[in-house]
């Protein structure tokens, strides 16, 4: 859910603010107002620092230190200019050993040979012309015509070289090549020194990692200074500058203990008004139980509501827990990530992995079920158990028909819930008046549902006739009361436009869950395949050892790929219904800002 707020706007004497607002950072109990505030130069420098000094801590934090290595004694400054010093030369070093390496490819066709000796044939005007060519181009005739000189034969190809005088002008028809600069083994020498000064400057850098604590300190540092300049620049100044007006929110579970601190400051006078109107855009802080508290995430990826909205995590987390399960559908990867995760969450303490194994637990345990449901276990199918063929004897339907019907009916029940979910949320908005429409279009979908279903399966005409009244007075809400603000008339053609929009985008809403039973169906056919390819390699095999070998190969290749490949649809697909059917149908508009304490030991 969505805490509910209270505005706080604070005025005082200017010279009595900076200290008031650093007491407010100690308590670290409200969110300042400072949107949308410019900030000055120095602070404008605080932030880029900040952020160099996150990309650095991010970079270093990738690098592994080994035992002897000892940490980098400084401050934060002389640290940060250390690593940019040994990030440049190592940039450096690094494309000095790409070219030398690439010079050494060049050179070993080319032999040994002395620089010198070149030197000394310049010297008495003879200039040497290096030449490659594939050898079944080569022409032996060269030989006869130029002074020539073979050098080696590598890769394919006949490396020679022509000494032409300089009174001499030879009509070649190959184009010579650059020479080496040096010979293969300087070439080589020159690397193994620039390797030994790469591997020094990688040891600087590990020294700078059993340091990056003290940037983190001073990142730290650098963000409580930001926030307290946000802070400052937001307040607003009146009364030619000697008044300073700031603006705060506070969850109201907080009020008593706030104001209880409030009393001690004889210089700050406060005023409180609670947040009732569409101009005010309190900050959104989501406060759920242990399990809707694991979804939040995917609150967050897409937007965070806004607080005059509903809180959707509560809402849709349990039909994506269902729906990830309704993917990947096989009891035996279920298990699978019911295990690892539960092994891992033993050993690894960490609060911020320790969440996302708890979801990895959910979301095994819901493909386990769905595993049960249709009897697949690591692409096994066990006909005679399977739960969803009572469905399918239910309505004679064929073979994996049962598992499609689900889907659809888990599409349809997430819809509806949604537009329960948008007139809950007019409610809160507007009123129930312009709420009557959306509860009247639930009526009569589901209405006309349950008529479907029941013509063919009642003779009580009394019950129908009950349903059929309700569905056409709802009908007629719909129609013709969709905006209480207009005439009966533009409601009407309002309504239609409607009714249009409803039964076109009802039927596409509810046709995209079939990706469910699409995914579910496609990773217990490939995990089948991959059984039978297994089985029947080894059969093929007459050797006992070597045919159980190649049949334990492939169904870990196997069932590995159809796992890794299953797990990402089996995420992307329930986001993509959660993002798209649920919250259109849901009416979430998005849009807000995340709650901030303005604080510091962060």
Request: glycine share 8%; with cysteine.
């Amino acid at each position: 859910m969505i805490v509910p707020m209270i505005k706080y706007s604070f005025l005082l004497y200017h010279g009595d603010f900076s200290r008031f607002l650093e007491q407010l950072q100690e308590l670290g109990m409200i969110h300042v107002e400072s949107r949308n505030v410019e900030l000055d130069d120095d602070t404008d420098k605080i932030v880029h620092k900040a952020g160099n000094l996150n990309r650095i801590i991010s970079e270093l934090k990738t690098v592994k230190a080994s035992p002897a290595t000892v940490p980098f004694e400084g401050d934060a400054d002389a640290l940060v200019e250390a690593y940019s010093d040994v990030r440049e030369q190592l940039a450096k070093l690094d494309a000095s050993i790409n070219k030398t390496g690439k010079d050494i490819e060049e050179a070993i066709p080319w032999g040994e040979f002395d620089e010198n000796d070149i030197s000394r044939l310049t010297s008495l005007e003879i200039t040497p012309k290096f030449y490659s060519v594939p050898i079944k181009q080569f022409d032996e005739n060269w030989a006869n015509i130029y002074p020539l000189c073979e050098i080696n034969r590598y890769k394919g190809k006949i490396y020679f070289v022509i000494l032409q005088h300089d009174n001499q002008v030879f009509n070649f028809e190959l184009q010579a090549v650059k020479p080496p600069s040096q010979s293969h083994s300087k070439l080589q020498d020159e690397l193994n020194r620039l390797n030994g000064q790469y591997a020094q400057r990688q040891k600087q850098l590990e020294s700078l990692v059993l340091s990056v604590e003290t940037l983190v300190e001073e990142r730290k540092r650098l963000t409580e200074t930001i926030d307290y300049n946000t802070a400052k620049l937001s307040a607003r100044n009146e009364a030619a500058d000697s008044i300073r007006i700031l603006t705060g929110w506070l969850p109201k579970e907080n009020k008593a203990k706030f104001e209880t601190f409030l009393e001690t400051q004889a210089t700050a006078y406060f005023v409180t008004e609670d947040v009732g109107n569409d101009e005010e855009e309190p900050p959104v802080l989501l406060k759920n139980n242990r399990f809707v508290r694991l979804f939040e995430p995917i609150t967050n990826l897409y937007s965070l509501p806004k607080y005059s909205e509903l809180d959707p995590t509560p809402f849709f987390a349990p039909f994506f827990m269902l729906f990830f399960g309704f993917c990947l559908g096989d009891g035996g990867y279920g298990l699978f990530i019911l295990a690892v995760a539960s092994l891992l969450k033993i050993k690894i303490k960490n609060a911020v992995i320790r969440p996302i194994l708890t979801l990895a637990q959910y979301m095994g345990a819901a493909t386990l079920l769905f595993g049960v449901i249709t009897a697949t276990f690591f692409g096994v199918s066990i006909d005679s158990i399977r739960p969803d063929k009572i469905v399918e004897r239910l309505f004679g339907l064929k073979e994996n028909f049962g598992m499609m019907i689900l889907s659809l009916m888990l599409g349809f029940v997430q819809i509806i819930f949604a537009m329960f979910v948008n007139a809950a949320k007019i409610v809160k908005q507007r009123g129930w008046k312009y709420a009557l429409s959306t509860w009247a279009w639930i009526v009569v979908i589901v209405g006309g549902a349950t008529l479907f279903v029941l013509k063919d399966t009642t003779d009580n005409l009394a019950v129908l006739y009950v349903i059929g009244a309700v569905w056409c007075f709802a009908e007629l809400i719909a129609l013709f009361y969709n905006n209480p603000e207009k005439n009966i008339f533009v409601n009407f053609g309002s309504g239609l436009w409607t009714t249009y929009n409803m039964i076109s985008g009802l039927m596409g809403d509810i046709l995209s869950y079939i990706r469910l039973f699409v995914l579910g169906l496609t990773g217990g056919v490939l995990g089948g395949v991959f059984n039978n390819l297994a089985v029947l390699a080894g059969e093929g095999m007459d050797i006992p050892v070597a045919s159980q070998l190649i049949t334990l190969v492939i169904l870990l290749f196997g069932h590995s790929l159809n796992f890794s490949l299953n797990i990402i649809g089996a995420v992307v697909h329930p986001l993509r219904l959660t993002y798209v059917e649920y919250y259109k149908n849901s009416g979430f508009d998005g849009g807000g800002y995340p709650f901030k304490l303005f604080e510091k030991g962060k």
